[in-house]
């Protein structure tokens, strides 16, 4: 199964950077990292993803290690509407998501 | 462009009997996937459907089964109901790609409670 570790829970300020770890170490060089979010009472949502170069998109910023069994997502500015569950996740061919537990990441105003 | 629409957004069902759920596809798609999220958990996989076959399924019995419509839209089938069937279902619409790229959109999901 496609797994990757995640912090359980993570916490930060409004208006910071946050940095959000996902670990991947058995990846293959095929499989591109997606990250969702789901907000509460709500279901995911897409957020960015990424195979081996550093990606941006209006949302956030993903950072790929160059050994590719690690990565970030960066949230610039955490915002209140950011807190939510954040997963990394592996995707091969086609469509399948195969979610974890996720980072619970709480944004103090 | 409408986005993911699911019906109803809640039921209550008594165990053993039969629910059907409903997803409406993002316009253009025609790939949908239906995920269960038990409470507290992270979605998990049931099956997918492409061009109306079903295109790889999760670790679920048989008791749950799909269709997808001509129009994309799906439906998501669960005989004899159990209580462990409570979840969140969430339907996910995509365009096919072969390659890892593509990203799903998600509705709102139905929060189904079985008694």
């Known amino acids: 199964d496609a797994k990757t570790t995640q912090p359980n829970s993570m916490e930060s300020n409004e208006e910071e950077p946050v940095h959000l770890p996902c670990n991947h170490s058995?990846?293959?060089?095929?499989?591109?990292i997606h990250w969702y979010r789901q907000l509460p009472s709500q279901g995911p949502e897409y957020v960015i993803h990424?195979?081996?170069s550093n990606v941006n998109n209006r949302m956030a910023s993903l950072a790929i290690a160059e050994d590719r069994k690690s990565s970030t997502l960066i949230l610039h500015r955490a915002t209140l509407r950011d807190a939510a569950v954040y997963y990394c996740i592996r995707v091969a061919s086609g469509s399948r998501l195969t979610f974890g537990e996720g980072t619970q990441l709480t944004v103090n105003p | 462009e409408t986005g993911v629409t699911q019906s109803p957004t809640h039921l209550i069902k008594t165990r053993g009997q039969q629910v059907t759920l409903r997803c409406s596809s993002q316009s253009g798609h025609n790939t949908v996937s239906w995920y269960q999220q038990a409470l507290g958990q992270g979605p998990q996989f049931i099956f997918q459907y492409y061009r109306e076959e079903e295109n790889g399924r999760g670790n679920f019995p048989p008791r749950f089964s799909g269709l997808q419509f001509p129009n994309y839209s799906s439906e998501l089938n669960v005989n004899a109901l159990e209580l462990d069937d409570s979840a969140l279902y969430l339907c996910?619409?995509?365009?096919?790609?072969?390659?890892?790229?593509?990203?799903?959109?998600f509705g709102p999901g139905t929060r189904l409670t079985v008694l």
């Open positions: 058995t990846i293959s060089g095929t499989d591109y």
């Open positions: 996910a619409s995509s365009l096919w790609r072969t390659s890892g790229t593509n990203e799903q959109f």
């Open positions: 990424g195979l081996t």
